[in-house]
């Protein structure tokens, strides 16, 4: 309770993380119930193609003459389950691989890092788009997985550095006297500890998924079905979007989506960083 | 020394060996994996005898896809480490070492120009920022950088090329040099690659120098309220002095290991940026491989985009001891490889 009372401060404090914490959670609305309010059709309507702006169609009409609000509505759902998806999977594998090494250390800490560096310096993105080429699945979750492949290895490393730190602390060694079990030792005492750097990467991790996923569909690695912003940014450009002014809204609607999405999330860390950072409250 | 520069380089040649054997793991066991894939789209074409084909797709890969696993293996990184990274799927014949040997210069051209100018805009604004951190500058500054550095590369590339190259017809839009031009070391060929990289460069800083800004301000503002800062003020050093010896250099060192962190992510994001401004760098031939379906030279790209990388780092890596001599010393180094990175360092990485 006192948390989200300090939350709340701050937010009101500091104007841009209270924006970015309320478009977040718009998206978050919109991706939830989008696909019940808002469908995109199947038919093609040539006659209604490249309308501008009208009270029936407030984003103007696609190359096929559907809606560019409603498939923009659509295709939110898509691309946050995806980010959601991956920053999971990378806060998960990152903090479990993080702490373990760090409070075990020895050869296994070593021989982990060694591995763990490995992965820090194979370029991300590469590898990503070479693995969905091969593997050319639909599935938000093999996608997620694609995503997530190397994006943990940076958090890894930084949550075992804080529990390194956290080893020698005094609560740990009255823990360890007592003989708690491993499980207990990093469940209970450490991982409360590193809980709020973990949130700040949950939020940054997302961005960095969605990033990657929406560039995968735009580059027309990742299947081309269904809709989300990065499929209709890809079929923007093959229409010859870059080339008329007529499909501007077309195009630059779902890249407005990602900007303000991807900005929001980084003021919204922002605001986190400073509730469990006190240090740089004082700043 | 020596210790640290042989430790160096065994981790780089590991790092390459496990990116290697990754590739191999891709290549002939995942499924849907390249190798099975050509087998079966000779097969279909028919009227190719079973070990023609085989011939073929030793010519296309180096290994010999009915021979035991472990001699295909051996196949695949013997030929990599003598640089024999097999031939184009698509073009009989062709290696993709010479498509991969013409496209990489232009690669880093773009990526090491837009680095150096990145940093160094971002080095400048970062510590104006940290100097006067009231001042309207560094809240308006704060804004755009934080701004700028969370949009997607790909997207500052369609404004660019949509305003500057296609509504404005100020620039290019594709291609790395004019075809009136001679190659070679003239002028209106020099003129002409500068033209067209101008925009390529521009969309990399733009997303890029902000990161560096923010990570330069969060160490000159640690830096600012050391000790040995309020001692060379207190001596009655000139602020210049104070700013270029005591502040400047010390708050450069994280950000030299940043350096090596983000050539990975540049080069990563050559492919998006190369692709739209159809730059004939080597992420533009990533892309063109995984379209045409054309599997080797899909890896070849893959694997040399890796070692250039891991190169870039055993490079700032060595150049790490001139910029702090603490480095080469074991227990200065743990002390900072346990110092873990900001919020600031960490939306840039």
Redesign the interface.
Known sequence: MELIKDLWRICRSDR?AMIGGAVVLLYVIIAVIGPYVAHVGTQQNPGDAYLGPSLAHPLGTDFIGQDVLTELIVGTRPVIEVGLCSALIVVTVGVIVGLLTGYIGGLIDSLVM?VT??F????????V???A????SSSPFVLAVILSVTAWA?LAR?VR??A??LRSADFIDAARVQGLPLRTMIGRQLLPNVGP?VA??FL?AI?GAI?AE??LF????APISGTNWGIM?NLG?NQGA??T?KSMLY?FSP?AA??VL??S???F??AL?RLFNPRLRV? | MIAYIAKRLL?AL??IY??VTL?FY?VRL?????IAFLEAELEQQGGVPPDQIQQQVRAIFGVQPHGPLWLQYLQYVGNIFRGNFGNSALNPGVSVLSIIAAALPWTILVVGVALFVSFLIGIVVGTLMASYPDSRFAKIAT?VV??L????N??VA??L??VLA??MHLFPVSAAYSNATTPGVNLPFILSVLYHAILPIAAYTIVSFGGWALAMKGSV?TILGADYVRAAESKGLGPRRVTQSYIGRNAMLPMVTNLA?SL??L???S??IE?YFGYPGI?YR??DA??SRD?SL??G??LL??IA??FA?LFVDLLYPLVDPRIVSPAARRQR?????T?EE??H?
């Open positions: 841009s060694r560096d490995i820090l310096t194979i370029p991300g993105l590469p590898l788009i070479v693995i080429s091969v593997i050319h940076g930084a550095s804080q390194l730190s750097y700040i990467n940054l961005t990033y929406v560039g735009i580059l027309g690695i940014i450009m870059l080339y002014t195009l890249m990602i900007v991807q900005v999330l980084v003021f860390a922002r960083d700043q | 981790s590991i790092t496990v990116v590739s891709m995942m499924p849907g994996n390249p804004g934080s701004l550095s969370s949009i997607p790909y997207l369609i404004v090329i949509y296609d509504q503002t962190l990975g992510y080069f990563g994001g492919v998006f692709f992420g990533l892309i995984v379209d599997y899909m890896m790209c893959f985009i890796t990388v891991v780092n490889a346990d110092t873990s990175p919020l960490k939306v990485a």
